[in-house]
């Protein structure tokens, strides 16, 4: 069992690909009873589609604290719980306890040291985690030297100890991602004395924003020309870091609505803007990566490059870092957002991208200050009827043409937990898109007639679409959750458009009518005291 982000490093995604499919075969040759998983984090944790669908900040360094110390929840949801999702879906299939095997090491570092003696973490005995999991770590006594020496016994064919699926080739590619990640050089025995350290490579998410001010390993990879094309989600991750402290590129509106009806009017959310800004950028990426590959194969059949295996693996395309499934979350999502200006604006940026051909390169910014994070106070909105009607979800169109387009279906529309009319959907486990219909509809179906179509829709009516058409699956039991992110999404869009304000005098105006209390530092109260000092006002 492995985990894939969906952000990791391309160049170790595609080597682990290739080990895995190795094992795979080699399992299969031997009639093993073995199987290969892959866990996935959900669709809605998804980087791309939590960063830019939902606006979740990346996780820094900064923000990756929590009571002094240096937590990474990015982690937990995008591995830890992934596995231990797929974990429990093999124990109920196999009807039985699993035992994981960890590669943890006690000589790793004093920290690992510390927990795994905490833990009583051993090589040859079975541990139930805190978390009611089976565990045993087989290497837990190895030392850096006894890793690198069985390695190399694999890495020749004939010094192999016992046969194995893993090939000569996938050890020396291994070897070769180190020393790519460490300026070349990736030396087992370092230094004059013959110690023996770990490589300076460190490898992670292509994106990763905890691991500090530079991510060395990237920066060293993207130097070898066989690498190169990895230096535009290089210049991604710095954008992040950079912008992480940028208010201007945060949005006001809070999520959560207080007893009372009033909303936080606090920017800790990236702003409609800014998301699609990074949706821009990495589609812009992705476009380049393809015309990419498409040229080496050219070059690589006309003879002006050699042929040669790392060739030949770079006339494939690397990475694609928005897949249709996730720019239809991503659609969905935008399509709730306040700001949206018309229906589809995912898809259409998809379209202006890949279809009309505009290119947007991630910009050098400089760095931002890191800086007090303001609360403005709380804004009444009450239960979404206190200047503007909503309707959210539910979609009367859809209502009528229902029992004709869809006649199959038992009913013309869906209620709420809480009783609220909204558009027919399905529901599911999770957050679910269907892979195979979305690659149709925007690879085929999203043309030039759609995209000019679009923008004459409000934005709500494509987050209608998707779940009336089936593309969408809600989580079972959450439908109002959904209804209320509509709500609130439809009834900012409309204050704004009774207003006529633009974004930023909107943003203004929700400052400026904020609830505050004069007691407090910061002119704020929390949403306890809020319901209190409504009903006193």
Same mark, same amino acid.
């Given at each position: 069992?492995?985990?894939?982000?969906?952000?990791?490093?391309?160049?170790?995604?595609?080597?682990?690909?290739?080990?895995?499919?190795?094992?795979?075969?080699?399992?299969?040759?031997?009639?093993?009873?073995l199987?290969?998983?892959i866990?996935?984090?959900?669709?809605?944790?998804?980087?791309?589609?939590?960063?830019i669908?939902?606006?979740?900040?990346?996780?820094?360094?900064?923000?990756?604290?929590?009571?002094?110390?240096?937590?990474r929840?990015?982690?937990?949801?995008?591995?830890?719980?992934?596995?231990?999702?797929?974990?429990?879906?093999?124990?109920?299939?196999?009807?039985?306890?699993?035992?994981?095997?960890?590669?943890?090491?006690?000589?790793?570092?004093?920290?690992?040291?510390?927990?795994?003696? #905490?833990? @009583?973490?051993? !090589?040859?005995?079975?541990? $139930?985690?805190?978390?009611?999991?089976?565990? &045993? *770590?087989?290497?837990? %006594?190895?030392?850096?030297?006894?890793?690198?020496?069985?390695?190399?016994?694999?890495?020749?064919?004939?010094?192999?100890?016992?046969?194995s699926?893993?090939s000569?080739?996938s050890?020396?590619?291994?070897?070769?991602?180190?020393?790519?990640?460490?300026?070349?050089?990736?030396?087992?025995?370092?230094? #004059?004395a @013959?110690?023996? !350290?770990a490589?300076?490579? $460190?490898?992670?998410?292509a994106?990763?924003? &905890? *691991?500090?001010?530079? %991510?060395?390993?990237?920066?060293?990879?993207?130097?070898?020309?066989?690498?190169?094309?990895?230096?535009?989600?290089?210049?991604?991750?710095?954008?992040?870091?950079?912008t992480?402290?940028?208010?201007?590129?945060?949005?006001?509106?809070g999520?959560?609505?207080?007893?009372?009806?009033?909303?936080?009017?606090?920017?800790?959310?990236?702003?409609?803007?800014?998301?699609?800004?990074?949706?821009?950028?990495?589609?812009?990426?992705?476009?380049?990566?393809?015309?990419?590959?498409e040229?080496?194969?050219?070059?690589?059949?006309?003879?002006?490059?050699?042929?040669?295996?790392?060739?030949?693996?770079?006339?494939?395309?690397?990475?694609?870092?928005?897949?249709?499934?996730?720019?239809?979350?991503?659609?969905?999502?935008?399509?709730?957002?306040?700001?949206?200006?018309?229906?589809?604006?995912?898809?259409?940026?998809?379209?202006?991208?890949?279809?009309l051909?505009?290119?947007?390169?991630?910009?050098?910014?400089?760095?931002?200050?890191?800086?007090?994070?303001?609360?403005?106070?709380?804004?009444k909105?009450?239960?979404?009827?206190?200047?503007?009607?909503?309707?959210?979800?539910?979609?009367?169109?859809?209502?009528?043409w229902?029992?004709?387009?869809?006649p199959?279906?038992?009913?013309?529309?869906?209620?709420?937990?809480a009783?609220?009319?909204?558009?027919?959907?399905?529901?599911?486990?999770?957050?679910?898109?269907?892979?195979?219909?979305?690659?149709?509809?925007?690879?085929?179906?999203?043309?030039?007639?759609?995209?000019?179509?679009?923008q004459?829709?409000?934005?709500?009516?494509?987050?209608?679409?998707?779940l009336n058409?089936?593309?969408?699956?809600?989580?079972?039991?959450?439908?109002?959750?959904y209804?209320?992110?509509?709500?609130?999404?439809?009834y900012?869009?409309?204050?704004?458009?009774?207003?006529?304000?633009?974004p930023?005098?909107?943003?203004?105006?929700?400052?400026?009518?904020?609830?505050?209390?004069?007691?407090e530092?910061?002119?704020?109260?929390?949403?306890?005291?809020?319901?209190?000092f409504?009903?006193?006002?």
């Amino acid at each position: 069992m492995s985990a894939d982000t969906t952000i990791e490093n391309p160049a170790v995604m595609w080597h682990l690909s290739s080990m895995l499919d190795e094992i795979a075969q080699g399992v299969a040759e031997e009639g093993l009873p073995l199987a290969v998983h892959i866990a996935r984090p959900s669709l809605a944790s998804q980087f791309v589609v939590s960063t830019i669908g939902r606006g979740t900040l990346p996780r820094t360094a900064q923000n990756g604290t929590w009571n002094g110390k240096r937590i990474r929840p990015c982690s937990t949801d995008w591995k830890v719980v992934p596995q231990n999702r797929l974990r429990a879906e093999l124990e109920r299939e196999v009807r039985g306890p699993i035992v994981t095997a960890l590669g943890n090491r006690l000589e790793e570092s004093a920290s690992r040291q510390a927990a795994m003696t #905490d833990r @009583g973490e051993t !090589a040859d005995a079975v541990l $139930r985690s805190v978390d009611g999991n089976l565990t &045993v *770590s087989p290497i837990a %006594d190895w030392q850096l030297d006894d890793v690198w020496t069985f390695l190399a016994l694999f890495g020749d064919g004939c010094a192999r100890p016992f046969p194995s699926p893993v090939s000569a080739g996938s050890i020396e590619r291994m070897l070769q991602l180190y020393r790519d990640g460490n300026e070349g050089t990736c030396g087992v025995v370092l230094g #004059d004395a @013959g110690s023996r !350290a770990a490589c300076g490579s $460190r490898f992670g998410c292509a994106f990763c924003c &905890v *691991s500090g001010e530079r %991510d060395r390993s990237m920066e060293s990879m993207v130097n070898e020309p066989h690498h190169a094309h990895l230096g535009g989600l290089n210049r991604f991750r710095n954008y992040l870091l950079a912008t992480q402290w940028d208010l201007g590129r945060r949005e006001l509106v809070g999520r959560k609505l207080s007893p009372s009806g009033h909303v936080r009017v606090r920017p800790d959310v990236l702003s409609y803007a800014e998301r699609i800004n990074l949706l821009r950028y990495l589609l812009t990426l992705d476009a380049l990566e393809a015309e990419r590959a498409e040229q080496h194969d050219a070059d690589l059949a006309s003879g002006m490059i050699p042929d040669t295996p790392t060739n030949r693996d770079l006339c494939s395309v690397q990475f694609e870092m928005v897949s249709p499934r996730q720019l239809v979350a991503i659609d969905f999502f935008l399509s709730m957002h306040h700001y949206a200006p018309h229906a589809f604006p995912a898809l259409s940026i998809w379209y202006e991208v890949h279809r009309l051909g505009r290119r947007y390169p991630v910009p050098a910014v400089e760095r931002f200050r890191p800086v007090h994070i303001p609360t403005h106070g709380w804004f009444k909105v009450g239960a979404w009827d206190a200047d503007v009607p909503v309707d959210g979800l539910r979609d009367y169109s859809a209502e009528s043409w229902n029992p004709y387009r869809h006649p199959e279906r038992a009913g013309r529309f869906a209620q709420t937990t809480a009783g609220e009319r909204i558009v027919w959907h399905d529901e599911g486990d999770h957050l679910a898109v269907d892979a195979e219909a979305a690659c149709g509809f925007v690879t085929c179906s999203f043309d030039h007639a759609w995209y000019a179509r679009a923008q004459h829709f409000h934005a709500i009516d494509s987050a209608r679409f998707w779940l009336n058409e089936a593309f969408v699956t809600l989580p079972r039991g959450q439908s109002q959750r959904y209804q209320e992110m509509a709500k609130r999404g439809q009834y900012f869009a409309r204050l704004a458009e009774r207003l006529n304000f633009t974004p930023a005098e909107f943003d203004r105006y929700l400052i400026e009518q904020a609830v505050r209390c004069p007691g407090e530092p910061d002119g704020t109260v929390d949403a306890g005291q809020l319901d209190l000092f409504a009903m006193a006002a």
